[in-house]
């Protein structure tokens, strides 16, 4: 059973700073790792994802502000996120990606989701 272990979310105020945490088990290949997020009213968008070999893709809105970063060894990825604005303000979901070689199809496998709160 594959899970994807999120921490980190909460309430910050503006101009402030928050460190999410995603854990995967249950997998022993991950190509991509990633975060995506979902704000009220809105579809879900990328934030930044990252592959096994450390390049990385940010959305143009977090850039100069988010840092992603990966432990392969644990199959964790983080994301530092500074000088939060209240737009920030979402459901923050992690996001795997294995291409399984057995089948030679794509597997995603999303977190729970977690919470950010940017407001005065």
């Known amino acids: 059973q594959v899970q994807l272990v999120e921490s980190g979310g909460g309430l910050v105020q503006p101009g402030g700073s928050l460190r999410l945490s995603c854990a995967a088990s249950?997998?022993?290949?991950?190509?991509?790792m990633g975060w995506y997020r979902q704000a009220p009213g809105k579809q879900r968008e990328l934030v930044v994802t990252i592959t096994s070999g450390g390049s990385t893709n940010y959305a143009d809105s977090v850039k100069g502000r988010f840092t992603i970063s990966r432990d392969n060894a644990k199959n964790t990825v983080y994301l530092q996120m500074n000088s939060l604005k209240p737009e920030d303000t979402a459901v923050y979901y992690c996001?795997?990606?294995?291409?399984?070689?057995?089948?030679?199809?794509?597997?995603?496998?999303w977190g729970q989701g977690t919470q950010v709160t940017v407001s005065s």
């Open positions: 249950g997998i022993f290949s991950i190509d991509v």
């Open positions: 996001n795997a990606v294995n291409y399984r070689v057995a089948d030679l199809r794509r597997y995603d496998y």
